[in-house]
């Protein structure tokens, strides 16, 4: 035989059973509590001692009346049993009666036509919390009741003066509570339209919020770059004013006089301090005197490449203490301007043509140079064909520059000469062409 299970409908607590639902073969473990209280509030002719079948019929009509309970398709409201009755569900016992089973029929025939309402059960702490609930709308039911009977009363003892202030006051009331509605509407517009700016400024600041996010994010390497370009920037200007630097001096400096010293304060002039000439009480080694003369050839070249002058007749080939001059007309002719010394070193030879030949070079320069305004001057007149260089604050006296049939005071003085005159052609030179 199965089972009923019966819960509260509020609490979900299983119910308990009564003996009526024993007797119907209804577990009494799943009774509900509600069953009680038609048995023990019974009509006042009933006794005790009624006999077991007027019991089952009692228990069972009273079943019969729950399962007959719905609520209302229509309004919505409880049926006449209340919070009492339930709706059995599963298999009853052996005991039943036809007019019990006809009863069920027709209580659910009802249900599902919609003639009855249906209820569920209720434990006792839920129906006694449910009746203090009703107690209490009861009570306040009541005084309202007792208000509106002094409202009333009140009203019939007014006179007809009295009840037309009081209709002004409700009519000025009403308009009050009009203009309040209104200003109740226009507060509840202006409350919307807040929570809808309040809303777009929530997101925007959500979105600004991330966008600062991700601009933190993109700073730290910015910021590292920055740094690391900083000092580079640095390094940078460093080298620029360490060149700038160089490039000042560089541009004050004289290439000609940095590279070529030419001094003749002493008895034999000197071409960066390479003495060129020799005397009795000062003598020279000629491998000096070569390379003072290879010096001098240096020089020159470098005075004629600076004005674009080309050698008509010789071409200079400075090569240290062993320069010489190549002939233009003749491949084989090659002037030394270096001497080996020995006995015939002021004999006619040919290191007395290469220093003719130089000289006639030094004149095609003074030549090219003179020409214009601001020409050079050298301080003393050549005389390349005769090998001779003349000095005109002494009387005209010259002085030659070939070795035979020469002394060395005389040879080592229009050497000075010649370096005089380079000097004073390294100083135009600088001038006119070096800082431009």
């Known amino acids: 035989m199965s089972s009923v299970r019966f819960l509260c ?8 059973s009564t003996g009526a639902a024993e007797s119907l073969g209804v577990d009494s473990s799943q009774q509900p509590a509600a069953w009680k209280r038609p048995s023990a509030q019974g009509e006042p002719g009933d006794t005790p001692e009624e006999g077991p079948a007027s019991r089952v019929e009692t228990g069972t009509e009273k079943l019969q009346d729950g399962a007959c309970c719905r609520t209302r398709p229509g309004d919505g409201r409880m049926s006449r049993h209340g919070a009492n009755t339930f709706t059995l569900l599963g298999k009853l016992g052996s005991g039943r009666t036809l007019n019990s089973i006809q009863e069920t029929t027709r209580g659910i025939s009802d249900i599902l036509s919609g003639e009855e309402d249906l209820d569920h059960p209720l434990c006792e702490d839920c129906t006694d919390g449910l009746l203090e609930q ?24 007014m006179s007809e003066d009295q009840r037309e202030m009081l209709q002004e006051e409700l009519k000025g009331a009403q308009l009050e509570e009009a203009r309040l509605v209104r200003e109740l509407e226009q507060v509840e517009k202006s409350r919307e339209r807040a929570a809808a700016a309040l809303a777009a400024a929530q997101a925007e600041t959500e979105t600004l919020g991330q966008q600062e996010r991700q601009c933190r994010s993109e700073l730290g390497p910015l910021q590292w ?15 620029l004013r360490s060149a700038q630097t160089q490039l000042d001096w560089l541009e004050r400096t004289n290439a000609f006089r940095s590279a070529f010293e030419i001094c003749h304060d002493g008895p034999v002039a000197t071409i960066n301090n390479c003495r060129l000439g020799c005397l009795p009480t000062a003598p020279v080694c000629w491998a000096e005197i070569s390379a003072a003369w290879g010096q001098a050839a240096l020089l020159l070249l470098a005075l004629s490449h600076t004005i674009g002058l080309e050698f008509r007749r010789f071409r200079l080939i400075p090569c240290g203490h062993h320069s010489y001059l190549k002939s233009l007309t003749d491949d084989t002719i090659e002037l030394p301007l270096f001497c080996n010394g ?20 030094m004149q095609q320069f003074k030549a090219e140079a003179e020409k214009g305004e601001s020409g050079v001057h050298m301080p003393y007149r050549i005389h390349a064909e005769k090998g001779l260089i003349e000095d005109p604050g002494a009387g005209g006296e010259s002085c030659s520059i070939r070795t035979h049939s020469n002394t ?29």
């Open 342 to 361: 020995g006995q015939g070193a002021f004999a006619y030879n040919d290191f007395d043509q290469a220093m003719m030949a130089f000289l006639d070079c």
């Open 225 to 239: 770059q920055q740094l690391e370009l900083r000092d580079e920037l640095r390094s940078l200007e460093t080298r």
């Open 134 to 157: 009703l107690d209490t709308q009861l009570a306040i039911s009541e005084s309202d009741s007792q208000s509106y009977k002094r409202c009333l009363e009140a009203r019939e003892g």
């Open 408 to 436: 060395e005071e005389q040879w080592t003085k229009a050497l000075k000469f010649m370096l005089i005159n380079f000097k004073w052609s390294l100083a135009w030179v600088s001038l006119r062409y070096c800082q431009k």
């Open 9 to 16: 409908q509020r609490c979900s607590r299983p119910l308990k």
